[in-house]
């Protein structure tokens, strides 16, 4: 495939994420910032964010897996995750952790466990969509280096 | 905005490319000159956040440092350095981002302060600007609310 037609796949690309509400307008602002003196900061933010991410994820499990779940450990957790993703640009998943909030705020344990499975579905999801989007963008910058 | 032609040429695929994407950066990130140096401390727990809020900061040309908790704010400031501005988090490991607003203010820090959070309320707005922050917003921190401030904090 040649260097205009990848560039076109990875736009149509990131705008079919736009159309599914699985990203939204911050992530442009992030596009944005990537120029000659940040060549890789997409990359570089999207790695940073899925550590977060799942770090973040994996401790909300493990609070609820505790019998006496301690809920305001796990606002400090739902709070961190939903920060992340609203400044990525993760709309979906920003949205899913307003559901865990709701059930914390309510002390619900069965709802922050059905909460939580959203928000995993949806990680999962936009995990893998982040993991092409990289691909692309690594085969552009491999076929640009290779014209100069 | 339509990409600009080189006079007399036909534009390749890539210089369109390049034009829209310089386009796009330019009418996202509005563009703001700044007259004065001016420095700013992002208080962030979450990674992410903390990087890209550093970011776009240095996009507009402010010197930033970053901490990931309120008592090493505190310790830095208590060493002498200075802010323009101070960007924190009100959700903090070690010392939260409301108390830390408070004991930086009660050192006589009077800079302009934003506080930020993730999951806003009518409370926390009330209780993050009783600590003694300026502005209050919810994540993410953007153009639309940092352009004015720097433009205020550098005299425009």
């Given at each position: 495939m040649d260097l205009a037609a990848l560039k076109t796949q990875l736009k149509n690309f990131v705008q079919s994420m736009f159309e599914e509400g699985v990203l939204d307008n911050q992530f442009s602002q992030i596009q944005a910032l990537?120029?000659?003196?940040?060549?890789?900061f997409v990359e570089e933010v999207i790695t940073l964010f899925c550590n977060d991410a799942e770090r973040i994820i994996n401790e909300i499990n493990r609070n609820l897996g505790?019998?006496?779940?301690?809920f305001s450990n796990l606002d400090s957790y739902v709070h961190q995750l939903k920060g992340s993703s609203s400044s990525i640009g993760a709309n979906r998943l920003k949205l899913a952790c307003a559901n865990l909030r709701q059930a914390s705020d309510e002390r619900n344990k069965e709802g922050c466990l059905q909460a939580l499975q959203l928000i995993t579905c949806e990680y999962c999801l936009l995990r893998r969509k982040f993991q092409a989007l990289l691909h692309l963008e690594r085969s552009i910058v491999e076929l640009e280096t290779n014209q100069k | 905005m339509a990409p600009t032609l080189p006079s007399g040429d036909q534009a390749s695929d890539q210089d369109n490319w390049d034009n829209g994407r310089l386009a796009h950066k330019r009418q996202l990130l509005t563009e703001i000159v700044l007259r004065n140096r001016l420095t700013a401390l992002v208080v962030g727990g979450d990674t992410t956040c903390r990087v890209l809020e550093q970011l776009l900061l240095r996009s507009y040309g402010v010197q930033t440092q970053g901490v990931d908790n309120g008592r090493d704010a505190i310790a830095l400031i208590a060493s002498g350095v200075k802010f323009n501005l101070i960007i924190i988090d009100m959700i903090l490991s070690v010392l939260n981002g409301l108390e830390a607003t408070r004991q930086i203010r009660d050192m006589g820090v009077h800079c302009k302060m934003l506080g930020v959070t993730a999951c806003s309320g009518e409370s926390e707005r009330q209780a993050f600007l009783a600590a003694g922050v300026d502005v209050f917003i919810e994540k993410p921190l953007d153009p639309e609310h940092l352009v004015p401030i720097l433009r205020e904090l550098d005299g425009q």
């Open positions: 990537q120029d000659s003196t940040n060549p890789n505790y019998q006496n779940v301690d | -």
